[in-house]
């Protein structure tokens, strides 16, 4: 049925064509006013044949919808002394075209073919059988004559010569038409050059010449067209150069192409590996004769593909030639039409196996990363294509749910307290899916998770729940509503729940874990260092938040329930803290009061410390790295806490601090290293004056801007008594630490520097990798006390150990740790 159809459509085009040839002259030559010269995007034999092929496949309807017709058998065969090879397509027992392929010639003959009108020599003249049809590549027109100037011109010197004949036996009739070159002389300005014309000849055709010609030919096939093409090497070179870049030749692997469902209306768009298809023609001419990797139009090779080794074959309208010379495609069109292709992809389970590399290592126990498909052999136009279609890849491809959030082993190892709990919370409530990021994950396609995502999602769902009105079992609300006055955060809201495993704060809402033991000191640290860290608007007090801090070193138990009288004592001793402060600008009294009780304290520390072993792992500590599913309680097991000073211990043991500065080395940090420091945007460092070593009351050493080092060595500077006051609180603050954590002993004596560099006070302290330096310039005029001066060398500290954590929850983390460590050793120092 297929075959009775199409031959029926060849039947009805001859119709369509047919004209009178009584009307035509026996002889008369056509001027295509087309020069003869060199084309520079026409060299070789590919353009012209292409031209030619196009029209013969188009006129005969060799293509339906991508493919060569199903009901065309193509065969191969050779004289007895292989001199010439015929590629014949034949519908049943009828013959449709042959291709006779000979070393210097090559003759195209196409039955079903009435003779083409002298018009189609006219400029520009369209066919309309063509203009109706998408599955036709061109218009019979200027085509063919471009190809016939560029037979002429590029192989003059071998002689080529290009000549249709059509036969037409009911009309005992064969025209001729000869492709010529003639010379115009010069004349005025013009100069001589060769015009391309065509000698159209009509001679008498009996049966008997027909009959010889075309020995197989039936009534039906009464009309066929010749065409001849000589041109020294031209037969290897068309099965080599040509052939190969026609799909009309090729039997695709249907199993190795991605491909639409073949219709009328979208065509059969397809991908292909190179590699995967079978040799044309059964390997009858050869087993390494194979399709030609590139971008396919309607069938035909437009240019190199933009996947390596790969055809990107397309019909219908998805995508068009452009190009004067039809040799290039739109880069954003042809982006479009391959997603086209994958999003209506016909052979899901193919695809995804196409694209699971794209997911990374997907056996943890492997170290090796999934090869590559040849789908994916050219990164930066396959993230093009990915980028268009990310959510039909993860949800259609991949079976990934919508809406699922993606994380890193980072986020799922606990690192971060907050996106840890996030994931688990989100999995648990809403059905959220929670996937692992793979190693060696396209990061496009499998982002990673924000932290403000986790919180708006983690917040929707807090906030549904807390509709249902429910109320706390404890005081939570109170003493944290209390502590959070205190602060000066009057625009914030308390979310206290039983569901909130780590505190965060969102805008201007603080989320507050609920225990059932009640509140403790460890949970108290936690909100407050939350809210100070993540507050920036309306937030919280500086010089309140350090009075708090340091009165929560003194009073709060680490292993009690912390009651509402204790919060009133809290915030009693605060106010006290912060009037004692605040004499800090007029008198410095209090201050060295508060001096002399620390060096008492530390005395008797260190007396203490030595009959007690390096690591105290007796004490509670407190944990800002909570699991998945840990409750915050009051109480903080043993084993955890071995944990945290066994993780603090091991990265200070990577470390290893920086030599330490010769005596001579007056220099020690140029202000380009400046954009060293560790610490990201947001820290608000401005590069300023290299810092050179000068030394107060000959024995104090400095690191200062040269203005102020040069007025310390003339002896004018007014600022020496109150410097050293602050030098003195620096130093007491890391003999502190240095009790509390010995380990960092060696990286206090050789790496952290007190400094004053009188030309920059946006900054408290600096770290380049190799130096700490605190910068006293910036504490001039500041309330600030020893405890102020733990916060910055531990912030300090935390950049030298994780130098590659910015102001990220490994940094906070990191200098957490510290500050725990100083708080129990104060609170079992007391």
């Not at 030749?249 to 059969?268: M, N, Q």
């Not at 949800?395 to 959030?405: S, Y």
């Amino acid at each position: 049925a297929a075959c009775h159809k199409y031959l029926r459509l060849l039947r009805t085009n001859v119709q369509t064509r047919t004209f009178s040839l009584s009307d035509m002259p026996q002889r008369h030559v056509v001027s295509t006013g087309r020069t003869i010269k060199r084309m520079k995007a026409w060299n070789g034999i590919w353009p012209a044949m292409r031209e030619l092929l196009q029209n013969t496949i188009d006129h005969l309807r060799l293509m339906d919808r991508g493919r060569r017709r199903t009901c065309l058998d193509m065969s191969v065969s050779k004289t007895n002394d292989d001199s010439t090879t015929t590629l014949s397509f034949a519908c049943g027992t009828q013959d449709v075209c042959q291709f006779h392929v000979s070393p210097d010639e090559i003759i195209i003959d196409q039955w079903y073919t009435y003779p083409i009108a002298s018009r189609a020599l006219d400029t520009g003249v369209p066919d309309t059988t063509k203009q109706q049809s998408s599955q036709q590549a061109g218009g019979f027109g200027d085509g063919f004559k471009t190809a016939a100037v560029a037979l002429l011109a590029n192989n003059s010197k071998d002689n080529p010569q290009l000549t249709w004949k059509f036969y037409v036996p009911n009309e005992k009739t064969r025209i001729q038409w000869k492709f010529q070159g003639v010379t115009r002389e010069k004349i005025a300005t013009f100069a001589k050059c060769q015009v391309l014309q065509v000698e159209i000849t009509k001679h008498a055709l009996d049966q008997t010449e027909f009959q010889n010609t075309f020995p197989s030919s039936s009534v039906e096939q009464s009309y066929v067209m010749r065409q001849c093409i000589q041109l020294k090497g031209i037969g290897p070179r068309f099965v080599s150069e040509v052939v190969p870049k026609f799909t009309v030749f090729c039997d695709l692997d249907e199993s190795s192409l991605v491909s639409t469902t073949a219709t009328t209306a979208r065509g059969g768009d397809c991908l292909a590996p190179v590699a995967a298809q079978p040799p044309l023609f059964r390997g009858m001419l050869g087993t390494k004769l194979r399709p030609a990797s590139g971008i396919y139009v309607r069938g035909i090779w437009v240019r190199p593909s933009k996947i390596k080794d790969t055809i990107l074959s397309f019909h219908g309208h998805r995508l068009e030639v452009t190009g004067r010379d039809r040799n290039e495609v739109d880069d954003d069109q042809l982006v479009e039409a391959v997603a086209y292709v994958i999003q209506r992809c016909n052979n899901l389970a193919y695809l995804k196996k196409l694209l699971d590399p794209l997911r990374g290592t997907m056996d943890s126990s492997s170290r090796q990363k999934n090869k590559s498909s040849w789908l994916l052999q050219s990164p930066r136009f396959s993230n093009r294509v990915i980028e268009l279609q990310k959510d039909f890849i993860l949800q259609k491809v991949f079976e990934f749910p919508k809406g699922a959030i993606f994380v890193s082993s980072k986020t799922t190892n606990s690192q971060d307290a907050f996106a840890s709990w996030a994931a688990t919370f989100l999995k648990n409530h809403g059905g959220t899916p929670v996937v692992p990021i793979e190693k060696g994950a396209h990061k496009h396609l499998f982002e990673e998770v924000q932290r403000w995502e986790l919180m708006d999602r983690c917040v929707a769902i807090l906030k549904r729940n807390n509709s249902k009105k429910h109320t706390t079992t404890g005081n939570h609300q109170a003493l944290f509503r209390k502590l959070v006055a205190y602060l000066g955060i009057r625009n914030a809201k308390l979310f206290v729940s039983p569901e909130v495993a780590t505190a965060f704060c969102h805008n201007h809402h603080i989320f507050i874990p609920e225990s059932p033991s009640g509140v403790t000191r460890e949970m108290i640290v936690k909100v407050l260092n939350v809210c100070h860290s993540h507050l920036e608007q309306g937030g919280t007090d500086a010089e309140r938040y350090s009075s708090l801090m340091q009165a929560i070193f003194e009073l709060l138990p680490s292993s009690t329930t912390i009651r509402m009288d204790d919060v009133v004592k809290l915030v009693n001793r605060a106010n006290e803290i912060g009037k004692e402060n605040e004499s800090f600008l007029t008198s410095g009294s209090s201050i060295d009061r508060e001096e002399q009780k620390a060096e008492t304290r530390n005395n008797t520390i260190a007396d203490s410390r030595k009959k007690r072993p390096r690591i105290d792992n007796t004490v509670d500590a407190i944990d800002f790295t909570c699991s998945d599913d840990e409750e915050i309680t009051s109480q903080v097991s043993q084993d955890r806490n071995n944990d945290q000073d066994l993780l603090l211990e091991q990265q200070i043991e990577r470390v290893r601090p920086a030599a330490s500065i010769g005596k001579d080395d007056d220099e020690i940090i140029p202000n380009s290293d400046f954009a060293d420091d560790h610490a990201e945007d947001d820290c608000g460092l401005r590069a300023s004056s290299n810092l050179k070593k000068a030394s107060l009351n000959g024995s104090t050493p400095l690191y200062c801007d040269s203005r102020t080092a040069a007025t310390i060595q003339q002896g004018e500077w007014n600022q020496t008594t109150r410097v050293l006051k602050l030098h003195r609180q620096l130093q007491t603050a890391m003999a502190l630490i240095r009790q509390s954590i010995p380990s960092l002993t060696t990286l206090l004596n050789h790496s952290v520097y007190a400094g004053y560099d009188g030309q920059n006070d946006t900054y408290e302290g600096f770290c380049n990798g190799q130096h700490i330096v605190i910068n006293l310039f910036a504490f001039r005029g500041k309330h600030c006390n020893i405890y102020d001066f733990v916060v910055v060398v531990t912030h300090e500290l935390a950049h030298y150990l994780e130098p590659r954590a910015g102001h990220g929850p490994v940094w906070r983390d990191t200098q957490s740790r510290m500050l725990v460590q100083v708080m129990h050793h104060l609170n079992n120092n007391k």
